[in-house]
């Protein structure tokens, strides 16, 4: 199977920091790739789709990048709204799987 | 605006089989795809699988033969089946709508349920 691995699997920062998550595919999954935000006791929400796509209605301080192996995620000027968890999913083929989640704190 | 809503027994004994039902309103059922997805106290998302409109369906490997998955249209309803529970399958288990662009992505979600699964 292919895998997905996040980095940081924990990062701190402060409001209105610029931040970024890396996604890495153990095998070329091209830009089948998505990102999700989940809050405590809350289901996700899809920020990203296609590896660089925003999903309407979400911020313009997010933004994805990447193909193949290797995908980002940054926040350019982090809010207090955006603490919370960040998975990557993969779609290309099955099974479908997500990065373990990187938890996003606030400094 | 498509909202999904989970229901099903909190509790299942091991062994027995674990039934949850998803209810869409706002939106025919029978336009795009409808996925079961998994989360653990305190891990991360595993996918279980989809329904197409088609009729036909996908499942996680990893599930083997103890997935069944179904749909009513009549009720806009489409259900997940997991049979021969263990305190593994204990999880919250959210349903999601799919639409396609570069693969199937999750961009509507019920609020979940929470299952355990004790004796």
């Known amino acids: 199977d292919i895998r997905l691995t996040q980095s940081p699997s924990f990062l701190s920062a402060s409001v209105a920091d610029r931040v970024t998550i890396t996604c890495r595919a153990s095998?070329?999954?091209?830009?089948?790739l998505a990102w999700y935000q989940q809050k405590p006791g809350k289901a996700p929400k899809l920020l990203i789709y296609?590896?660089?796509t925003l999903q309407s209605g979400v911020p313009s301080r997010f933004s994805g990048s990447g193909s193949g192996t290797e995908f980002t995620l940054t926040i350019s000027s982090l809010q207090p709204e955006d603490f919370a968890t960040y998975y990557c999913?993969?779609?290309?083929?099955?099974?479908?799987?997500f990065g373990q989640g990187t938890r996003l704190e606030i400094k | 605006q498509v909202e999904l809503q989970e229901s099903g027994p909190g509790l299942v004994k091991p062994s027995e089989t674990l039934s949850l039902t998803c209810t869409v309103s706002?939106?025919?059922?029978?336009?795009?795809?409808w996925s079961w997805i998994r989360q653990p106290a305190g891990k991360g998302l595993e996918w279980i699988g989809r329904?197409?409109?088609?009729?036909?369906?996908d499942c996680n490997p990893s599930f083997k033969s103890r997935v069944t998955m179904s749909v009513d249209t009549s009720k806009n309803q489409f259900s997940l089946k997991l049979s021969s529970v263990t305190a593994a399958d204990t999880a919250m288990y959210y349903c999601?709508?799919?639409?396609?662009?570069?693969?199937?992505?999750?961009?509507?979600w019920g609020q979940g349920t929470l299952v355990t699964v004790s004796s």
């Open positions: 999601a709508r799919e639409t396609y662009s570069s693969g199937w992505n999750a961009d509507n």
């Open positions: 706002g939106g025919p059922i029978s336009s795009y795809c």
């Open positions: 329904f197409y409109a088609s009729g036909s369906s």
């Open positions: 095998q070329d999954i091209g830009s089948f």
């Open positions: 296609a590896a660089s």
């Open positions: 999913q993969r779609l290309d083929t099955y099974p479908i799987t």
